[in-house]
């Protein structure tokens, strides 16, 4: 064999030695460039990864900030339900399923301010709810003065009808109009009566509402200290960074614009 390998001439040898080299760089580039392909597609996958997840993420904590503004007005608007048919809690429904959404594809720090912030507003329906009650009572004791008020007014239009109709038909009945003016008295009494029972019920209905909304504004002030953090991390997890102390610090200031814009309400309310 020794012999064999001696004979084979050199320029032979040159060539399975340049082919060896050869086979060995494609070898070599081929792997080189497996590998660079494997990084790439890593790299693909892993952008296209953050892009569904930065994509989801705008829908759901726009949709999130979207509810908490329906949310509030929501609160604002409860004196005006009928809390014998409506639930106080059905206008939070949509904020609560965004939050809870929020907090599976949120960052860990904004997740645990959402749900701080969503046990918050859970809280603050049931302390509204004893706030509320004047105001109910207020409202059906309106309802019912008017209801009582409209059939005592409608019985007073029926007889002025029939006292008319009694005048016009030319053939005088003092009895009968007698009956008919006693009776249009009594009625004129009771919807005087009850006209001034639901001026008194509305009296007391804009005077807890008054109260209720002062309440409800200290606690969505409270509310609204811990709904700055949360607006903070969003635009930090969406990449919209920009001077966060000064969108912090304008937040804070919208507060307080907004607070004296309702004391003054209320203040032209009670002067009027």
């Known amino acids: 064999m020794i012999a064999f390998l001696k004979s084979i001439p050199d320029v032979v040898w040159s060539g399975v030695i340049a082919s060896a080299l050869t086979l060995s760089g494609v070898l070599i580039a081929n792997r080189s460039s497996?590998?660079?392909?494997k990084l790439q597609l890593e790299h693909d996958a892993s952008e296209k990864a953050k892009e569904r997840t930065a994509?989801?993420?705008?829908?759901?904590?726009?949709?999130?900030?979207?509810?908490?503004?329906?949310?509030?007005?929501?609160?604002?608007?409860?004196?005006?339900?009928?809390?014998?048919?409506?639930?106080l809690g059905d206008g939070l429904q949509g904020f609560f399923s965004a939050a809870a959404r929020l907090q599976l594809i949120a960052e860990p720090k904004t997740a645990l301010l959402v749900n701080q912030l969503a046990a918050e507003y859970g809280e603050l329906v049931f302390r509204l709810m004893t706030h509320l009650v004047p105001v109910s009572d207020a409202k059906s004791?309106?309802?019912i003065a008017d209801d009582l008020y409209s059939k005592a007014q409608a019985e007073v239009n029926r007889i002025l009808s029939e006292m008319t109709k009694l005048n016009e038909?030319?053939?005088?009945?003092?009895?009968?109009?007698?009956?008919?003016?006693?009776?249009?008295?009594?009625?004129?009494?009771?919807?005087?009566?009850y006209a001034s029972?639901?001026?008194?019920?509305?009296?007391?209905f804009n005077q807890h509402n008054i109260t209720f909304q002062k309440y409800l504004l200290s606690q969505l002030r409270d509310i609204g200290s811990k709904q700055i953090p949360v607006m903070i991390e969003i635009r930090r997890d969406l990449g919209l960074t920009g001077d966060l102390a000064e969108i912090e610090a304008s937040m804070k200031k919208q507060w307080l614009r907004m607070e004296a814009h309702f004391d003054a309400l209320i203040a032209a309310l009670r002067d009027g």
């Not at 497996?34 to 392909?37: E, I, K, M, V």
């Not at 503004?69 to 009928?82: E, M, R, S, Y």
């Not at 038909?169 to 009566?193: I, M, N, T, W």
């Open 34 to 37: 497996t590998n660079r392909l």
């Open 55 to 87: 994509t989801l993420r705008r829908e759901v904590y726009l949709r999130a900030a979207e509810e908490l503004v329906k949310a509030n007005a929501h609160l604002a608007g409860l004196p005006q339900i009928d809390l014998s048919k409506t639930n």
């Open 141 to 143: 004791d309106i309802q």
């Open 169 to 193: 038909s030319g053939r005088p009945a003092p009895s009968v109009f007698e009956a008919l003016d006693r009776s249009l008295r009594f009625q004129q009494d009771q919807a005087a009566k």
């Open 197 to 204: 029972k639901r001026n008194d019920a509305w009296e007391r």
